[in-house]
């Protein structure tokens, strides 16, 4: 049990299917981030939640839409994909200041295995 | 932009064995650099993580140490042993200038075989 878990372990969908990531942290935490991970290429950021609010949105294409309905949850929401969107997905969490303290560490899930087939 | 180069890309040596892992970053404006594991198919597990004021951080038989001004992190594992075989991770949060920090730059990783 890691403290974040992340459902489901492994989606397969077509390129005009809609579905959805889930991620929920039971640490307490208030900040929230998705990443990607593709093969031979380091873990890219996403999106970042900080106390619910998105504050960073590292120009990732529309057809992915985060939502973040509490400090609790996160989701992504997934339409149209592409091939190359196929990729293992993590969701971290972490415990930051409202005054400006970044000295926390991260804590991932175990990632969605995604197949665009 | 902030990068995070790792090496060696990948590493074998027999059980038994004190290595070092190597990780250097371009941007020496950061809060902290933490160490992961990743074991295959699976998440991230944290290992260490150094603030930017701390020179290393040790947790049994593993230690790691971080140079902020030369951009460069060393993680030492101890008798290694063949458990410890998986992909580790060099990850930095970048600091703003203007205060703030976004999510963790991380490297491409060393993949890690201890021979039984």
């Known amino acids: 049990e890691t403290g974040v878990t992340q459902t489901p372990r492994h989606l397969v969908m077509g390129m005009t299917n809609k579905k959805s990531l889930k991620c929920e942290q039971h640490?307490?935490?208030?900040?929230m981030y998705w990443y990607k991970q593709s093969a031979k290429k380091p873990l890219e950021l996403m999106f970042v939640?900080?106390?619910?609010?998105?504050?960073e949105n590292n120009s990732v294409p529309s057809r992915f839409s985060p939502e973040c309905p509490n400090s609790s949850h996160l989701f992504l929401h997934l339409h149209t994909l592409q091939p190359e969107d196929s990729a293992l997905y993590l969701c971290?969490?972490?415990?930051?200041?409202?005054?400006?303290?970044?000295?926390?560490?991260?804590?991932f899930g175990n990632g969605t295995r995604l197949t665009v087939t | 932009k902030q990068e995070v180069t790792q090496i060696p890309a990948a590493l074998s040596v027999p059980e038994g064995e004190n290595l070092v892992l190597n990780c250097s970053f371009t941007d020496s404006a950061i809060y902290n650099l933490q160490w992961f594991r990743q074991d295959p198919g699976k998440g991230l597990t944290s290992l260490l993580l150094?603030?930017?004021?701390?020179r290393e951080q040790t947790s049994g038989r593993l230690n790691a140490s971080l140079d902020k001004s030369s951009g460069r992190s060393t993680l030492y594992i101890a008798a290694s042993q063949p458990g410890d075989s998986a992909t580790y991770l060099c990850?930095?949060?970048?600091?703003?200038?203007?205060?703030?920090?976004?999510?963790?730059?991380f490297g491409k990783g060393t993949h890690l075989i201890i021979q039984p």
């Open positions: 971290a969490s972490s415990q930051d200041s409202e005054g400006g303290t970044y000295n926390s560490p991260l804590h």
């Open positions: 150094i603030q930017s004021s701390q």
């Open positions: 939640y900080n106390f619910k609010e998105q504050t």
């Open positions: 640490l307490g935490h208030n900040a």
């Open positions: 990850a930095v949060r970048n600091s703003y200038s203007g205060g703030g920090a976004d999510g963790l730059t």
